[in-house]
Nanobody
């Protein structure tokens, strides 16, 4: 079983919403930043949103005002609320986490999001 497990992907019509979840395994200690990346077919993986341990957030320009990243530190879980979805948001979405020193990086297996026009 993966150390980061995503869920919540699926097929939705343009204008719809989805909420992605990412749960970190208990073997991951002292999670620092968490983030969501995405990779569309034929394109490089790109950063969608990040959230620090203290809750500061940052977003790609393409999703600002539509997506919201959040986390529950007690449950080692991150979320990505995606509203007003567009066909260009179609991609595999990956969860990422890193830890306080000694720093380690973790990736989830990805969850498919497909937005139909």
């Amino acid at each position: 079983q993966g150390q980061l497990v995503e869920s919540g992907g699926g097929l939705v019509q343009a204008g719809g919403s989805l909420r992605l979840s990412c749960v970190a395994s208990r073997i991951i200690f002292s999670i620092n930043a968490m983030a969501w990346y995405r990779q569309a077919p034929g394109k490089q993986r790109e950063l969608v949103a990040t959230i620090t341990r203290g809750g500061s957030t940052n977003y790609a320009d393409s999703v600002k005002g539509r997506f919201t990243i959040s986390r529950d530190n007690a449950k080692s879980t991150a979320f990505l609320q995606m509203n007003s979805l567009k066909p260009e948001d179609t991609a595999v979405y990956y969860c990422y986490a890193d830890t306080l020193p000694p720093a380690r990086n973790y990736w989830g297996q990805g969850t498919q999001v497909t937005v139909s026009s």
